[in-house]
T-cell receptor, first 115, second 112 residues
Framework: AQSVTQLDSHVSVSEGTPVLLRCNYS??????LFWYVQHPNKGLQLLLK??????LVKGINGFEAEFKKSETSFHLTKPSAHMSDAAEYFC?????????????FGKGTHLIIQP | EAGVAQSPRYKIIEKRQSVAFWCNPI?????LYWYQQILGQGPKLLIQ????????DSQLPKDRFSAERLKGVDSTLKIQPAKLEDSAVYLC??????????FGSGTRLTVV
């Protein structure tokens, strides 16, 4: 069984300051890990994904995440927040055991950017 | 490349009525998924198809929900009868051999 825990339901940062969104996962197999972003009334957009290659993954819009197996973490970071980053962020895990590779989503972190 | 198409975009029904949602995945994507996203929560997988076969429907409330993908292309998700707690956005996604998932814009269902 797989699961994801997003440690913060809301994160508020000032524009231009670093962003850290925390995620821990549990998986029975070698997982694939993703971060998705959802802007209000918009669809889900893939930010980045980890699939057992490099542990530091770079995504779109300046985001990156580091896979740490020993800590079962996959935190999302960005050096400098922009107002357009305000959205809901989901950490997602998928393990490929048995062919069922449906995504398991965390509950989401609402990112607020203060001007 | 055309995205995942879903219809309708919005639907309002009364409880105990039935409703159906349609999804057309990206051409060539053998795997199709239906997710339910209740307001304020992350999407939850309802069912996964590989071509026209069901791979995982462990979280599908089978007493009222059904889904089919008869020709291995487009898919229909049905709710009968609907309950108030079924109010949610229903998302369809497709993938090619697990290499990236593309989501549709979803159908927002309101049950009154």
């Amino acid at each position: 069984a797989q699961s994801v825990t997003q440690l913060d339901s809301h994160v508020s940062v000032s524009e231009g300051t670093p962003v850290l969104l925390r995620c821990n996962y549990s998986s029975s197999y070698s997982p694939s890990l993703f971060w998705y972003v959802q802007h209000p009334n918009k669809g889900l957009q893939l930010l980045l994904k980890y699939t057992s290659a490099a542990t530091l993954v770079k995504g779109i819009n300046g985001f990156e995440a580091e896979f740490k197996k020993s800590e079962t973490s996959f935190h999302l970071t960005k050096p400098s927040a922009h107002m357009s980053d305000a959205a809901e962020y989901f950490c997602v895990v998928s393990d490929l055991g048995g062919g069922a590779d449906g995504l398991t989503f965390g509950k989401g972190t609402h990112l607020i950017i203060q001007p | 490349e055309a995205g995942v198409a879903q219809s309708p975009r919005y639907k309002i029904i009364e409880k105990r009525q039935s409703v159906a949602f349609w999804c057309n995945p990206i051409s060539g994507h053998a795997t199709l998924y239906w997710y339910q996203q209740i307001l304020g929560q992350g999407p939850k997988l309802l069912i996964q198809f590989q071509n026209n076969g069901v791979v995982d429907d462990s979280q599908l409330p089978k007493d009222r929900f059904s889904a089919e993908r008869l020709k291995g292309v487009d898919s229909t998700l049905k709710i009968q009868p609907a309950k108030l707690e079924d109010s949610a956005v229903y998302l369809c996604a497709s993938s090619f051999q697990g290499n990236g998932y593309t989501f549709g814009s979803g159908t927002r269902l309101t049950v009154v």
